[in-house]
């Protein structure tokens, strides 16, 4: 029986067997798995989030190839986003990536892994490198370079400058880029500087012959130089014809007029007769100077008698027929009498001294209280103008002046400058060109414009021509300018003459000079730029831009002239304390800046010196080479310092070395020349933060602009410039960028070019 059993077992297992395996198997699904975008790029401190977006059809896995890489997220299912960040990058540029994987499951086949590359650029510092346009031959700068033609440059050996020695040197002047020249006084003189001119129809024969001159001006107008002569319109030397003829005829000479002449000054200005006093009742400066004629000695027996108890101390002089005495041996007060010497006084009371005495003088007389001082309040005399005494009435003793005490009036001359350089008369302001004086000087002005071709005046002195009154010296100059403007159009010229005043007052004063003439030097200016120097950069634009729009507004067509130092005042160095890195900083400044920048002769050498020893300390002869060839040392009289004309200090060795403060100045000069913006652009405040920091654009009428910036501090500054930094044209010392922030050495100037 279980054989019968085991075929139906079997074929029920079988058949089991068979239902089993038609049972279907389960699905396997693809997955689908895509990510977009496919790649993310972060700035150096990028903050920002940025998404992935995932699409697939099941779940999924995230993972960042590294750390610096942050995802928020490490999986998902289905559509979903993946929020990306990084972490601020301080290092090289750096890759990596974030992989999204594919997960499988009971019926989901996994898709290959995508990949998301991620890249970040490095915090990047970048070194800013100058590439200036190159020079289109044009030169637009308007820099003009003072000269002084008594020590630039000796042609003949004689160790005094030339006009043949400027010729020779006008490429020098070429390659610093200037378009103007400022002579020192052209004319003859008796002295070394030329302010007190003795002829103003010729040149002076120690500088060459007039046909020199013209030579000189030919060869600067072929190098696109114009020449402005120094014009000292206020006072002649004491040489010319005129006052020789005044000094030989007080009363007789034809010349009398041109000078400011008056036998009773005091009484004369008092009473409004003194034309070049304009209304003032006092000059301002200067003095009323014997010219030695009249009838002002004495002889005879007089009576003096010095009252010295009070303060105002006085002499009586009476005449008399009392007994002449002799000499007090023991005086303390004396009289000085001219063909006598000191003649000691009696004290007849307490600080009553008195004498009597035959007199034979030619002159006249003083109060002295030493016999051997001649100053330090020792010497009493009158009042400048006061001098004549009346017999019997008290003179009022004057130790400031101390003017001879006479005793009969001579004829005075007055001069705002001292007796060398005595004032002209122009007669009342209103009509001053019709005075024979104005017409003899505009005659000679006439032959320089019109037969030499010189383009231009730089006017000594302008306050002092009516004694500091404003309104008189305004219509003065307009009717100079006019004058001269016509000549010059009249010569050819398309343009107005240029004629730069040396108004010598702050910049309130100075602007009211702009209705007379076309420009004036801005006295304010080296103060501003003394101030910015010193670490305050802050007002340096509003005030530069002030000074521009108030002149404007005087006259539209008005230039202004800004320059660091002139002959007349201590050299720039040492108002920058002898620093080198300020110094250069002030050239890039000036060169900067809007207005008409003037170069002094040696600023751009460095030279150092102030007035303490003699102005010629501060207008010393140019070093050319190590040898010291064409050095014009006589044209001071040898008062040099010759620490300062030494080989390593000369042009040949400053040409050759670069970053020498002769190149700073070729640089920006150049510079200056090559961009129209910075040659004669609009100046607007740039804002940038930081006291230490100037910075300002320069827009040209034709849309060039430019972005200047200074760091004036004696260390390096770090800055926020929103602008594009990638077009520098220009740079002293030290200037990098990371991102936005502009970081400037100590005394570091750059420019860039914005369109
Ligand atoms: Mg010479």
Redesign the pocket.
């Known amino acids: 029986m279980r054989r019968a059993i085991f075929p139906l077992a079997c074929v029920l297992v079988v058949a089991l067997q068979a239902f089993s395996c038609k049972e279907k198997e389960p699905e396997i699904v693809q997955q689908t798995l895509s990510v977009s975008p496919t790649s993310l790029s972060f700035e150096p401190e990028d903050a920002s989030a940025k998404l992935l977006n995932v699409s697939s059809n099941s779940g999924w896995g995230v993972a960042s190839s590294a750390d610096w890489i942050k995802i928020d997220k490490s999986s998902g299912d289905g559509n979903g986003s993946i929020t990306v960040t990084v972490t601020a990058n301080t290092g090289d540029d750096r890759t990596g990536t974030i992989t999204i994987k594919g997960v499988s499951s009971t019926n989901v086949k996994a898709a290959s892994d995508v990949t998301v590359s991620v890249s970040q650029r490095g915090k990047k510092i970048v070194q800013v490198v100058p590439a200036p346009a190159s020079f289109d031959g044009n030169k637009r700068s308007s820099t003009t370079y003072q000269l002084l033609i008594y020590t630039f440059a ?9 006009f043949k ?1 400027i010729q020779s040197k006008l490429d020098y002047l070429d390659g610093l880029g200037v378009t103007g020249i400022w002579l020192s006084p052209a004319h003859p003189t008796s002295s070394y500087h030329g302010y007190d001119v003795d002829d103003y129809s010729t040149v002076n024969p ?1 500088f060459g012959t007039e046909e020199d001159f013209k030579a000189l001006v030919d060869a600067a107008h072929a190098k696109g130089i114009k020449i402005y002569m120094d014009y000292v319109l206020n006072h002649s030397g004491r040489g010319t014809e005129w006052f020789k003829s005044l000094k030989a005829d007080p009363s007789g000479s034809p010349y009398r007029d041109y000078y400011v002449v008056s036998k009773s000054p005091d009484a004369d200005v008092a009473a409004g007769l003194v034309d070049n006093y304009a209304g003032a009742l006092s000059p301002g400066m200067g003095s009323w100077i014997s010219l030695g004629d009249g009838n002002i000695g004495y002889k005879g027996r007089l009576h003096f008698k010095v009252d010295w108890t009070k303060s105002i101390k006085t002499v009586t002089v009476t005449e008399t027929t009392e007994d002449a005495q002799k000499a007090n041996a023991s005086a303390k007060l004396w009289l000085y009498i001219g063909s006598v010497g000191n003649v000691g006084l009696y004290e007849t009371s307490t600080n009553i001294f008195e004498i009597t005495l035959d007199v034979d003088t030619s002159w006249g007389f003083l109060v002295r209280s030493s016999t051997t001082a001649w100053d330090g309040g020792t010497k009493y005399g009158a009042k400048a103008g006061k001098n004549v005494i009346t017999f019997g009435e008290p003179l009022n003793l004057d130790t400031s002046t101390a003017a001879d005490i006479t005793f009969g009036a001579a004829t005075y001359y007055f001069g705002s400058f001292g007796e060398y350089m005595p004032d002209i008369n122009y007669g009342p302001y209103e009509t001053a060109s019709e005075s024979p004086a104005f017409k003899a000087i505009a005659a000679s002005a006439d032959k320089w414009i019109k037969d030499f071709g010189v383009d231009g005046f730089r006017l000594d002195a302008v306050i002092w021509l009516y004694q500091a009154v404003i309104k008189a010296n305004q219509s003065f100059l307009s009717q100079w300018y006019d004058h001269c403007n016509a000549t010059y159009k009249a010569a050819g010229h398309d343009d107005d003459i240029f004629m730069v005043g040396e108004a010598w007052d702050g910049h309130s004063t100075e602007k009211q000079y702009y209705k007379g003439i076309n420009s004036c030097f801005e006295f304010d200016y080296l103060w501003l730029v003394k101030a910015t120097l010193d670490g305050d950069a802050t007002g340096y634009v509003n005030a530069v831009n002030g000074y521009i729009n108030d002149h404007k507004a005087i006259r539209p067509d008005a230039i202004t002239s800004i320059f660091l130092s002139n002959h007349d005042q201590d050299r720039v160095a040492e108002t920058l304390g002898k620093s080198v890195a300020k110094e250069k900083q002030a050239a890039a400044l000036l060169l900067t800046t809007p207005g008409k920048p003037f170069i002094y002769q040696g600023e751009e050498l460095g030279y150092w010196g102030t007035k303490a020893g003699g102005d010629e300390y501060v207008r010393g002869p140019i070093m050319w080479d190590k040898a010291g060839k064409d050095c ?1 040392k006589k044209g001071v009289n040898n008062k040099v310092n010759n620490a300062m004309l030494t080989a390593s200090i000369s042009v040949e060795a400053q040409d050759a070395e670069s970053g020498s403060m002769l190149n700073v100045y070729k640089t920006f000069s150049r510079l200056r020349n090559t961009y129209p913006a910075l040659a004669n652009g609009e100046m607007t405040n740039a804002n940038l933060s930081g006291r230490s920091i100037a910075s300002w654009y320069m827009t040209s009428s034709d849309g060039q602009k430019l972005l200047v910036i200074h760091n004036v501090a004696g260390s390096a500054k770090t800055t926020s410039v929103s602008d594009d930094m990638s077009k520098p044209v220009a740079l002293l010392g030290t200037a990098s960028y990371e991102g936005t922030n502009l970081t400037l050495g100590a005394n570091s100037s750059v420019i860039f070019q914005l369109k």
């Open positions: 000796d042609s003949d050996g004689d160790g005094v400058g030339d020695g120690l014009a």
